[in-house]
């Protein structure tokens, strides 16, 4: 039972222009997000992430939507840059439980041209 | 380098095999978290101790168990190895500061077992 998905397992861009990650979960208690990043042979690092009584949260070139009525989020990144190629995890957290437990999407690769 | 480093970086072993992966958390961290992620897949919660106790488990199998010791260092033992265990597992620490209000979590590079 996939409680968070990345429908997308690739995207390509070109350098400068926007990238659009997005994901879908279906837990109603899911009240957390949150994006990491991951490069070959690191573990994924933090990125952004946003509670559920937001609907947007912007860090830098970095911006989170959270469309619950729709159980969507998405990762905006503006401009895209040839170093933000890696592997992005979308993550959603329950209410009520440990902060560090987790459900995580499968990831999308991220290529971006230059 | 995110501070967390885990042993060993790859192994190899057989089925039925047992195995031990280290971890030691950033300097000041109390809590670990194991996670696995096979082939293909997003990382699954396996298990989460803070200050020396559990205090949350996911779908952990019962072959696999894991401690954390006084000095804050966790060990994720993993017994009659099979195949489907063949996987990469990553610990992560989180800041008592910072974690509750971030959730972020700050991981290793990961151990990647291989059974054969």
């Known amino acids: 039972d996939q409680q968070v998905k990345q429908n997308s397992p690739s995207l390509s861009v070109q350098e400068g222009r926007i990238s659009i990650l997005n994901c879908d979960y279906t837990?109603?208690?899911?009240?957390?997000f949150l994006w990491y990043k991951k490069y070959p042979a690191e573990g994924p690092t933090f990125l952004i992430s946003?509670?559920?009584?937001?609907d947007k949260n912007e860090d830098g070139r970095f911006t989170v939507f959270l469309n619950k009525s729709a159980k969507h989020l998405s990762l905006h990144i503006v401009p895209s840059q040839p170093g933000d190629s890696a592997v992005y995890f979308c993550a959603a957290r329950a209410g009520g439980t440990s902060y560090g437990k987790l459900t995580f999407g499968q990831g999308t690769i991220l290529t971006v041209h230059p | 380098d995110s501070g967390v480093t885990q042993t060993p970086k790859h192994l190899i072993t057989a089925t039925g095999q047992r195995v031990t992966l280290r971890c030691s958390p950033r300097s000041g961290d109390l809590s670990v978290y194991w996670y696995q992620q096979s082939l293909d897949q997003g990382l699954q919660f396996l298990i989460q101790y803070y200050n020396g106790e559990e205090r949350a488990k996911g779908n952990i199998l019962e072959r696999f168990s894991a401690q954390q010791f006084p000095d804050l260092h966790s060990e994720l033992n993993l017994s009659s190895l099979e195949l489907g265990d063949s996987a990469l597992y990553f610990c992560a620490s989180s800041s008592p500061r910072t974690g509750p209000s971030t959730g972020e979590l700050f991981f290793g590079e990961g151990s990647r077992l291989t059974v054969l």
């Open positions: 946003i509670s559920s009584i937001k």
């Open positions: 837990n109603s208690m899911f009240d957390y």
